[in-house]
Structures are given as C-alpha cells and as structure tokens.
C-alpha cells in the first residue's frame, strides 16, 4: 500500500487531495499543524511521499521537511509553495526535497504527474540520469562529494524556469555547471548561449546583449539580433555579471522584470523567454554592498544561487580530473604515477580547474608519449606552494613517536607493578589523544602559516574543536 502524507493548514485542500489520492487507491494521512506533523510516529509508520505546505501556523514547513529527512530519508517530499515562498522552496530542495508545486494549483494533473514521478522514481536510474547529463556537459567529479550535492541541488533546478546564479572562483567551471542546467531542462533543445560580460564594452555589450537596428551607432551597416533574441526559449548564460556596467544592469533588471527589451536604436518592444544563468567569480552580495552592483539585479538573479567549490577544497575530485583531462588531450592512454597524483593534490591550484588542465596539457606535450609521467615530469609555477601531506606526516612523526614511547613506558609501569589498573590506563589513553591531537592541529596551523581556519578545514574539525583541542579555555 502506497501511504501519503499531507501536511497543509488549509483543511479543503487536505481534503480534496485525500479524496483525489485516495481513489488512486493510496492511504492518505492529512495533518493541518506542525503539532499534528510532530504527533505523527515516524517510527512506525513509512510514508513514501509527503506534500508539505511551506507555511503551517503554527511552524514552518522546512524544520518539518528536517525532521522528516532525519526520520525517513527515502520518503520524497514534494513542498507546497506560493509565489512569494519559491526561495524558500528551492532551499527546501538543497535540504532534500525533490520537487516543489506552486499553489493555487493551476492544473490538477500536473500535480498528480509529480505524484507518480517520485512513487515511480527510481534512485540508481535517477543518479544514471544525472550522471549521462554530467558526462554530456563536460563535468567530472567523484562520487558523494561537495560536487555531487550541488550537481542533485543544479538538476533539480534545471526542470523550473527561474534564474540560477552560479558563485565560484575563477576556472572552477560555472560555464561547464551552467550548461548542464541547460541539459537538463526542458529548454536542452534550444539553444545555449554564453557571453561573457567582463571580455567587452559597454556599448558592445549592449548591442550583444539586446541586437541593433542599422545605422543604430556607427558600424552598424546591418539590422543584428541579440543574444537575448537568439536564445529564444534556450538559456543565456551570462558569465563575470558583477562586471556589466550601471546602465546594462538597468537594462538586464528591465528584461527580467518585464521580459521585454528593445533593440539598440529601435523602439520596437520585444519579448523574450530565455532563463538566465548568471555567474560571478566576486562575491555579488560584497559587490552589492560595495555599491557595484544593484541590490535589485542581485535579487532578481539569485533565485537559486549555486556555489562551486575551489578545488583545493575538493581534491578528492583531482585522479578522475587528471583522467578526464588526459582523455580530452586525445591520450588516454597515458597513466600518471601515484606520486606524480599526489604532487597534483597537494598543490593550491588558485586557478582551479583551468590551471590543471593546462598543467596536464603541457606535462602530456613535453613528456615521451611511452612513459608513466612522474611527479618530476610535473612543473608547477616557480612560486608556488606544495602542501604538505598532513595525515602521512602526522603518521609518521607526530603519531608514531609518542606512540612508541607511551607503549615503552607502560609495558615497564606493568613489569614492575605486576597489575593492571583500567582506570589509570584509560586516563593515559585520555592524555596520550589530547597530545597527539595537539601535536597535529600545531603542526596544520604551521602549515596554513597561522591560518586557522584553513587547519580546521584540512583536518575536517570544526574551528570550535580546534580551539578545544589547543586548551583555549573560552572556545565556545
Ligand atoms: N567539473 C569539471 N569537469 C571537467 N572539466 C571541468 C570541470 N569544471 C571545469 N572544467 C574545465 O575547466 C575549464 C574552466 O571551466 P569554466 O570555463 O566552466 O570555468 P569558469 O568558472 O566559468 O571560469 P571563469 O570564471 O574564468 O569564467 C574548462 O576547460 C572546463 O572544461
């Protein structure tokens, strides 16, 4: 028996989708509070999809979609939402929610065909999907990483027609992310268009962006469309957006708004239907701040915002890039030794993943195309800074030799007491952790150069656990 949960305070719509539910011939559960949600026993009783309203009187719908994931991860949830709620539904999604419905439901079997997609959604045919559309789009990384998460978070998005902005650093593949959003919407038939804001001027820009008529400026011997035009129904992806000047983002702010713009010398209006994927390597909430970008625009644009990790943050991901990277050069027969790997993780990388590929590019160029490539084959630039290793130094050094000692001690404390006493051992054990631990987060904290933030990172520690483990009494 297929069970339903629906949590929802508006009593005729609880009742009408039990009655539309319940023919299907599915168990129906209605609850109108998040008191009646919290009463629910979770324990006993699996739901495989729950419809939850964003806004209950009493609570709001995300800690109830949070208690829900916690207690029944594979349950879907498909989150109700009114227009001013939809941020706060696409949050809902990076919480694991696998859809969002607009209410007043315009068209019943629209919501009946979301339904039987998530009953009838398969997980490891689903991650197939996912993966086909990465692979098409050029993406790589590993599994179950922070590129992973997003990716689910980007395909879910992809299937609903709202701006996506994509924040990451230079290199790190907002292009590459955008067009898989595009593949995987319903738009991947139409075209994809990427412009890239920063590479021109303003006037240009202009005329790129929205076309011209003849003898608009000068130069423009013929009529042009623009890029909003030719995207049509497509997706126009608009990279470096904090670099577009005052008057293009009016213009843009307009578009968005309005969905209408004119041609650069024409007064003819024009409608357009292209979703814009806006990317930025400047932190465009700083650039608002800093009075470079308009608080409107930003708004407009960061329906959903996307951001992509450095890859020095993910160099789990570095051995399939290298793969990747090594195929795309045409030699995919080429191997990279486990040490020539490892000189690759433990570098910065500021340029991400356009840094690598030109690093593989040139190593795979002036290196004999027989031979394993070593980590000496690799040149990184003059200046740069190779990463110690912490967990195979820590091993080494900072574990092994206290270790050593602590045993030496306590296997004389035994020869000449001749009894073992647990609590005083477990005491030891207790000393010897906080030494250990001490010695490794001192010895990352010298290698970030004092940086502490970057050590918690790189021993995955929290900078509240670091702080413990340094004896600062005041580390809440
Ligand atoms: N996940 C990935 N898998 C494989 N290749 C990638 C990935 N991400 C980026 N690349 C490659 O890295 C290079 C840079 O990617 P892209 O142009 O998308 O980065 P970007 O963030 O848009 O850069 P910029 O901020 O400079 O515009 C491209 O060659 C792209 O193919």
Redesign the pocket.
Same mark, same amino acid.
């Given at each position: 028996m297929i069970n339903l949960l629906i949590a929802d305070d508006e009593k005729e719509v609880g009742t009408f989708l039990s009655r539309l539910f319940t023919l299907k011939g599915y168990h129906v559960q209605v609850v109108n509070s998040g008191q009646q949600f919290y009463e629910l026993d979770f324990h006993n009783h699996h739901f495989h999809v729950a419809m939850i309203d964003l806004k209950l009187p009493d609570c709001d719908g995300l800690s109830l979609l949070r208690h829900l994931k916690t207690l029944q991860p594979r349950c879907k949830a498909l989150i109700m939402t009114g227009y001013s709620t939809i941020k706060t539904a696409v949050e809902a999604m990076k919480l694991g929610a696998s859809d969002y419905m607009e209410k007043p439901f315009d068209d019943i079997s629209v919501l009946e065909a979301q339904v039987e997609n998530l009953l009838n959604h398969c997980t490891a045919q689903h991650q197939q999907v996912v993966h086909k559309l990465a692979h098409d789009s050029?993406?790589?990384?590993g599994e179950r990483t922070s590129?992973s998460a997003l990716l689910e978070t980007a395909y879910k998005v992809a299937q609903k027609s709202v701006n996506v902005l994509i924040e990451?650093?230079?290199?790190?593949?907002?292009?590459? $992310?955008s067009r898989f959003i595009h593949l995987a919407s319903p738009r991947s038939h139409e075209p994809f268009i990427a412009l890239?804001c920063g590479a021109i001027s303003e006037s240009l820009l202009e005329s790129e962006l929205f076309g011209h008529e003849k003898g608009a400026f000068t130069g423009a011997t013929q009529q042009r469309k623009g890029f909003f035009e030719i995207a049509g129904n497509g997706t126009l992806f608009l990279?470096?957006i904090a670099d577009a000047s005052p008057a293009i983002q009016v213009k843009l702010l307009r578009v968005l708004e309005t969905r209408e713009f004119m041609r650069v010398g024409s007064s003819q209006i024009l409608h357009t239907n292209a979703r814009l994927v806006a990317?930025s390597?400047e932190n465009l909430q700083q650039a608002v701040m800093k009075g470079k970008f308009r608080e409107d625009l930003y708004y407009r644009l960061n329906v959903v915002k996307l951001d992509?990790p450095a890859l020095r943050h993910r160099k789990a991901?570095i051995p399939l890039?290298i793969e990747? $990277?090594t195929e795309r050069n045409g030699q995919a027969n080429r191997t990279f030794s486990d040490c020539a790997i490892e000189k690759l993780q433990r570098y910065d990388w500021p340029g991400?993943?356009?840094e690598l590929?030109n690093v593989i590019t040139r190593t795979l160029t002036l290196t004999d195309s027989e031979q394993t490539i070593i980590a000496e084959d690799i040149v990184l630039p003059n200046n740069h800074v190779l990463q110690p290793n912490i967990e195979t130094k820590a091993v080494q050094t900072i574990i092994n030799d206290p270790l050593t000692e602590w045993r030496k001690r306590l296997v004389e404390d035994f020869q000449q007491k001749k009894e073992m006493d647990l609590t005083d051992l477990l005491s030891e054990i207790k000393k010897l952790e906080s030494i250990v631990s001490k010695e490794i987060v001192l010895q990352a904290l010298q290698q970030t150069y004092g940086n502490r933030n970057e050590a918690a990172k790189r021993l995955h520690i929290s900078m509240r656990k670091l702080r413990y483990i340094l004896n600062e009494k005041n580390h809440s």
């Open positions: 050029g993406l790589i990384m590129m990451g650093e230079t290199g790190t593949g907002k292009e590459v $992310l890239n990279d470096e990317a390597n992509i991901d890039l990747h $990277l991400n993943i356009r590929s």
